[in-house]
């Protein structure tokens, strides 16, 4: 008996060991593996549709659209009051001088159009004369054309009423209208005119240059940043991750607008794209895909 009561004491002690023993050694197993590899995070968006302006550019000057001379109507006429001054804004019949008659008195002369005085060459004394130079040289209405010069492959895309953004020095951005194309170029330079009527109230001045932009339409496709885009010994490419893993496609780029490139080919609307492709990446790698509204978040 009391050997039977010492070999049961035994196993109670040893079961008692084993029982404080087992959390430890759970505790110490290794966490069961998640499934699927892990890779880097990467930021990533959607290819989505983007309408891409048709630009042609052209470079020129600001011209007067139309120039009206301000004569007298009889001679032997002299200045004797000068009632207005180049760069002044005049209104349709508004005295611009007034002239001594030879008989005595004086008459005006008028501004037979509205506009912006462009130059003046009356003096005080002086003879004025209905076939001598003009007094004043008015703007008509005070309206511009940008007259730009475009290669000859881009006339053709050019149309009356198209718009442009003209950014003109000392003026800024303003809006324009295509008026008229010219039907010849130039045979040394291979460049064509066109007219751009100005569309402004700020003040401009004559022979100004300007850079305008032209719409002649657009191209709506998918499209991606232009920090999506690769470019290297393998052609153009951008990276689109699939279930977790990169994977690399040839595209062919088209306009450029915005920081936006447009794909003509090689990616769909929706595919998920690599917002920073680097050459880091390679076909295949595991990846943790994160977007870019919740990485800027």
């Not at 029982?19 to 197993?29: D, G, T």
């Amino acid at each position: 008996m009391i050997r039977k009561h010492t070999s049961l004491r035994i196993l109670l002690f040893l079961a008692a060991l084993l029982a404080l023993a087992s959390p430890a050694l759970a505790a110490e197993e290794p966490a069961a593996p998640k499934d699927g590899p892990q890779g880097a995070a990467v930021t990533v968006l959607t290819a989505s549709k983007f309408c891409f302006p048709n630009l042609v550019e052209a470079f020129g000057i600001l011209i007067p659209r139309e120039e009206t001379f301000v004569r007298p109507d009889r001679p032997g006429l002299k200045v004797a009051d000068i009632l207005a001054e180049p760069g002044d804004n005049v209104t349709a019949g508004q005295p611009l001088a007034r002239l001594a008659l030879p008989e005595g008195g004086t008459t005006a002369v008028s501004a037979p159009v509205a506009g912006l005085v462009l130059s003046s060459t009356a003096v005080i004394g002086a003879l004025a004369s209905p076939r001598g130079e003009a007094l004043f040289s008015i703007i008509a209405r005070s309206e511009f054309d940008l007259v730009g010069m475009v290669p000859t492959q881009d006339l053709p895309k050019l149309a009356v009423n198209q718009t442009a953004r003209i950014r003109i020095v000392g003026a800024g951005e303003v809006e324009g209208k295509v008026r008229r194309v010219s039907a010849t170029v130039e045979p040394n330079s291979q460049l064509g005119q066109v007219f751009i009527g100005v569309t402004t109230n700020r003040k401009l001045l004559v022979n100004s240059s300007g850079r305008a932009m032209i719409k002649t339409g657009q191209s709506c496709g998918v499209s991606v940043p232009l920090t999506a885009v690769l470019y290297g010994s393998a052609g153009t490419v951008v990276q689109v991750v699939r279930r977790a893993r990169i994977e690399t496609k040839r595209v062919e780029v088209g306009l450029m607008s915005g920081g936006q490139v447009e794909i003509r080919e090689g990616l769909a609307e929706g595919d998920i794209v690599v917002a920073r492709a680097g050459a880091l990446l390679r076909e295949g790698d595991p990846v943790r895909p994160v977007t870019a509204t919740a990485d800027a978040k």
